[in-house]
């Protein structure tokens, strides 16, 4: 089955980077777009960033642009969220998720809950101010 495994989470001061991983497997990975969410508790889950199964278009929530960067390597089956100059607001548990739709054209990039069909079990980010 999917599986789908985050890493790289972590206590951080404010200022300061992070490299989230979300390692795939149990699915043609370079078929499907991904993204990235967050969830603090009593709230719902967000989106932060997605990525095409190409990788050739990106798409940010606007608290992050210019700080955060989505990635991947097909050839890894992995993807990646480089997160700059972090904020105490950022604290949440990070969650990878694959879209639910193959090959999913570039100009239609997934961004809703509703598109994505697998996630991980989440990693802790905190920063402390």
């Known amino acids: 089955q999917v599986q789908l495994v985050e890493s790289g989470g972590g206590l951080v001061q404010a200022g300061g980077s992070l490299r989230l991983s979300c390692a795939v497997s149990?699915?043609?990975?370079?078929?499907?777009?991904m993204g990235w969410f967050r969830q603090t508790p009593g709230q719902e889950r967000e989106f932060v960033a997605a990525?095409?199964?190409?990788?050739?278009?990106?798409e940010y929530t606007e608290s992050v642009k210019g700080r955060f960067t989505i990635s991947r390597d097909n050839a890894k089956n992995s993807m990646y969220l480089q997160m700059d100059n972090l904020k105490s607001e950022d604290t949440a548990v990070y969650y990878c998720a694959k879209d639910i739709v193959p090959i999913r054209p570039s100009d239609e990039i997934a961004t809703e809950r509703f598109e994505f069909d697998s996630w991980g079990q989440g990693t802790q980010v905190t920063v402390s101010s």
């Open positions: 149990g699915v043609s990975f370079g078929m499907y777009g």
């Open positions: 990525i095409t199964f190409s990788g050739d278009n990106t």
